[in-house]
């Protein structure tokens, strides 16, 4: 009876971080990131390294204007900026920065998306 009710409760854990770890990551950010801004800033997760969690949200919290501020000169990253691609991929790329600032403790490896490319 006991041994029931501790794999169950064990299993539950299990679960429930790994829900939790999925939350925190962002296929799609990195897909994103490799597609607009890795010709520019090199490899997703040394891309997402340049700032930490709290400067990352510091540039995106209020819409796009300090991005664009920081792209001003760059004609190319302008022209990427202002693509429906990014305006619909956006929430994704900014989850995947924020979650892999450089104090995040994120460690790249391979997971399939991302093995050094």
């Given amino acids: 009876m006991y041994a029931k009710l ?3 409760l064990l ?3 299990m679960f429930e971080a790994s829900m939790q770890a999925r939350q925190n990551y962002s296929e799609q950010g990195i897909v994103t990131y490799k597609k607009l801004c890795k010709q520019c800033h090199g490899n997703p997760y040394k891309g997402a390294a340049m700032l930490k969690k709290r400067e990352w949200k510091r540039l995106f919290e209020e819409g ?3 991005i664009y501020t920081l ?3 760059n ?10 691609y990014y305006k619909n991929r956006r929430r994704h790329l900014v989850k995947f920065l924020i979650s892999s600032g ?3 403790g994120v460690v790249p490896a391979c997971d399939g998306n991302f093995c050094g490319d």
């Fill in 6 to 8: 501790f794999s169950s």
């Fill in 11 to 13: 299993i539950y854990i």
């Fill in 64 to 66: 796009d204007e300090k």
């Fill in 71 to 73: 792209h001003a000169k």
């Fill in 75 to 84: 004609e190319k990253a302008l022209k990427v900026l202002n693509t429906s």
């Fill in 102 to 104: 450089s104090d995040s």
